[in-house]
């Protein structure tokens, strides 16, 4: 299977691809070479294509895994920077174990035990983190090449067909994407997806914000606002234990403004402990009302503010506690212990397994959708 799999990235080294959005050349406003995210796996051409919009915001996305690859935002003194955290060719998203800007799917999050159930019928997945099922297996649709429609200079769609059995996960699901970059500097994400046997279905982004614009830099003084009164702890595996608490005087408290770094190596807090950090789901205030704010990221260093909009019950912030300095990304940057943080949201993690939780069970005949908006302004 390696053989195969890396004589394809070979083979599809010799082709070539035209973005007609993309800047003069291939290099886009980032600083990424179109070439080098050209290439083929399993019959299917990968390539990056390039959103912009009239206020000079730009969007890099493959579609392989329909991962954000850059996001290129004015800081508060008009100088653009790339705020989120990946690679620079596709080489290397394929050969290094990541999620960098994913599209996370059939499940994000967590299924524990690696099993679930749907009308008695008992299904077994890949266990791949702590003994659990962690965001589709080892193979989620982060490694799967999504076939790409661009519609637009804003707007990208990506389509996939997860076959019945995929990763264990009963059902062929027709997935769709849709990426819009609007003029007021939002990523706007659709997921719909519909199935021809019950299965379930929790799609997300995970992508790495940085917010300093800077690599080498650590998320300690970003601040962060969840609008979330409570969250659902975890065990020392990271899976839930079916609790919903309240933040209420716990380092778990964001519903105002608060340093990343202040309260995270708290040994006093068990929760915190278990997550080596901050890597848990928060239960949004929100209700689905995608007119609200759900969570803001700010640096006071670049004045760059990060809102984050969406219809799903649920966000899992992430604080990069396992990044190690092992992975070498953009510009040959080594990226640090907590250089970002990931706001995924979602619906809550094992829910297949706690019934009592907002469902994601999909059955023929109906339709998944979900949405989220990354709205990007500066404070000045």
């Not at 099922?133 to 996939?160: I, K």
């Not at 998320?219 to 969250?231: G, S, V």
């Not at 079916?242 to 408290?253: A, C, K, Q, W």
Request: net charge negative; aromatic share 10%.
């Amino acid at each position: 299977m390696k053989k195969t799999f890396f004589a394809a990235i070979a083979a599809g080294m010799l082709f070539a691809a035209c973005n007609p959005t993309a800047p003069v050349g291939n290099l886009t406003e980032s600083g990424l070479d179109k070439k080098n995210f050209e290439t083929e796996l399993n019959g299917k051409k990968t390539d990056l294509y390039v959103l912009t919009n009239p206020s000079g915001m730009e969007v890099c996305i493959t579609n392989y895994g329909g991962r954000i690859v850059s996001v290129m935002v004015p800081d508060k003194e008009g100088k653009k920077k790339d705020v989120v955290l990946g690679f620079d060719s596709i080489h290397d998203y394929i050969t290094i174990s990541n999620n960098y800007g994913a599209l996370i799917g059939r499940y994000g999050n967590r299924i524990g035990n690696g099993t679930f159930e749907i009308d008695g019928n008992k299904y077994d997945l890949p266990k791949n983190n702590f003994g659990h099922t962690l965001h589709g297996g080892n193979r989620g649709f982060d490694t799967q090449v999504f076939d790409a429609n661009l519609v637009s200079d804003n707007v990208l769609e990506l389509t996939y067909l997860s076959k019945d059995g995929e990763e264990g996960f009963p059902g062929n699901l027709n997935v769709k994407v849709t990426y819009i970059l609007s003029e007021d500097n939002a990523i706007q994400i659709k997921y719909e997806a519909e199935t021809d046997k019950p299965t379930v279905v929790n799609l997300t982004n995970h992508s790495y914000f940085n917010m300093d614009g800077d690599p080498n830099s650590t998320n300690t003084d970003w601040l962060l606002t969840i609008h979330a009164d409570q969250y659902t702890p975890i065990d020392s595996t990271f899976m839930t234990t079916g609790e919903i608490l309240t933040v209420e005087s716990t380092p778990m408290d964001f519903r105002t403004p608060t340093a990343i770094g202040a309260r995270i190596d708290d040994a006093t807090f068990t929760q915190l402990v278990n997550g080596k950090g901050y890597d848990h789901n928060w239960v949004l205030n929100t209700g689905g009302d995608i007119s609200k704010v759900a969570a803001t990221l700010e640096s006071p260093k670049t004045g760059i503010v990060l809102d984050v909009y969406t219809t799903e019950p649920g966000m899992q912030f992430y604080a990069g506690n396992f990044m190690e300095g092992t992975d070498k990304g953009k510009k040959g940057i080594v990226y640090k212990h907590r250089t970002a943080a990931c706001l995924e949201t979602q619906k809550y993690p094992d829910t297949p397994n706690k019934k009592d939780w907002p469902t994601t069970t999909l059955r023929p005949g109906e339709k998944y959708q979900s949405e989220t908006i990354f709205k990007f302004s500066v404070k000045k």
